[in-house]
């Protein structure tokens, strides 16, 4: 009896969209001696994921460091780590990884004329206004935001809603404890960063350092800048609060 082989191809999907996570955090929101508060934003191409948290944990036990990365904890035992860490995250093409935050002069916020006398839903605002911008119709997004109290349940759901209606793209949306997630650790220390350098007068040597390793890796001499919307791998976007806030 002759047998018969039969082949089956299988049509792989070449037009499959890109797939990114975005990993948001905040700084200076609530510290009333800041007149400036950030909100930050860490895009990574979800197929490199794997690979960088491998790369992470191990520069991380070369360095020894142990717990959360928080940048209220940054010291001089911690400069060497972040200077590897930052030098290696970005140095990836921006259509890998790229980090955008927004700058909020505290003090130009109208809150009763544009915000309701609502501090949480201006916050919302500029959360929106931060990743509208940068979101893409033709890709998939998986936000994680760091979690903080709120008085609104809601208030990330109806996020997702409002940034749905400019795009589809968007595929999960949650908060989380930032002790669960490597990369709002990540997030929290670049948003810390630029928070601090667009607020602080004082001369911390460990966190000036910091901001000078950080500033090294994106190619600029500090983390005090106003970015152009075509400047993709570090992106401070500086909103005009004088034409609407």
Same mark, same amino acid.
């Given at each position: 009896?002759? /047998?018969? &082989? ?7 999907? +070449? ?31 979800? +197929? ?14 070369? !360095? /020894? =460091? ?11 035992? +911690? ?8 030098? #290696? ?8 990884? @790229?980090?955008?935050?927004?700058? =909020? ?9 544009? !915000? ?7 916050? #919302? ?13 033709? &890709?998939?997004? #998986? ?23 400019? @795009? ?15 990369? =709002? ?5 670049? @948003?810390?960063? &630029? ?16 901001? /000078? /390793? ?9 983390? !005090? ?13 500086? =909103? ?6």
């Amino acid at each position: 009896m002759s /047998s018969c &082989v039969v082949i089956v191809k299988i049509k792989m999907d +070449t037009n499959e969209p890109p797939k990114f996570n975005i990993y948001c955090d905040e700084s200076s929101i609530d510290n009333p001696n800041h007149n400036w508060m950030v909100i930050g934003a860490l895009f990574i191409d979800r +197929t490199i994921i794997p690979n960088i948290k491998d790369r992470i944990k191990e520069i991380r036990e070369k !360095h /020894s =460091i142990n717990g959360e990365l928080k940048w209220v904890k940054s010291s001089a035992r +911690t400069t060497d780590f972040y200077e590897e860490l930052f030098a #290696y995250l970005f140095s990836f093409e921006p259509q890998k990884i @790229t980090f955008r935050c927004i700058a =909020i002069d505290k003090s130009k916020i109208n809150y009763e004329k544009y !915000h309701q006398q609502d501090k949480e839903l201006a916050f #919302y605002k500029f959360y929106y206004q931060l990743l509208k911008r940068r979101i893409k119709e033709d &890709v998939q997004q #998986y936000l994680f935001l760091d979690f903080r109290p709120s008085k609104n349940k809601n208030s990330v759901r109806r996020l997702g809603e409002f940034l749905n209606l400019f @795009t589809k793209g968007i595929k999960h949306i949650q908060a989380y404890p930032s002790d669960q997630n490597i990369f =709002i650790q990540v997030t929290d220390i670049l @948003t810390g960063a &630029v928070a601090y350098s667009y607020n602080s007068t004082q001369q911390n040597k460990s966190k000036n350092a910091l901001i /000078s /390793s950080i500033a090294k890796s994106i190619s600029k001499e500090n983390l !005090h800048f106003c970015s152009p919307f075509w400047e993709e791998k570090f992106n401070i976007f500086c =909103i005009d609060l004088t034409k609407r806030n």
